[in-house]
C-alpha cells in the first residue's frame, strides 16, 4: 500500500498515514459502485444549479 500510495498516487507519507480506510479504498477502487452515473450528475445539477 505504501508502495501505491507514494508512487503512483504520490501521497506524501503524513498524508497517507492520515487517511481513513473509506478515502483510502475511494483512491483505490478505480470506479467503484459509488460512483454517479451522467443521469444522477445531471439530477444534481438541476437541484444545485450553482
Known amino acids: 500500500m505504501l508502495r501505491l500510495a507514494a ?8 498524508a497517507f498515514w492520515r487517511l481513513s480506510l473509506k ?3 475511494a483512491l483505490t477502487d478505480g470506479g467503484g459502485s459509488d460512483a ?3 443521469a444522477a450528475l445531471e439530477a444534481l445539477l438541476g437541484l444545485y444549479p450553482d
Open 36 to 38: 454517479l452515473d451522467r
Open 23 to 25: 478515502e483510502w479504498r
Open 7 to 14: 508512487g503512483s498516487l504520490r501521497i506524501p507519507p503524513e
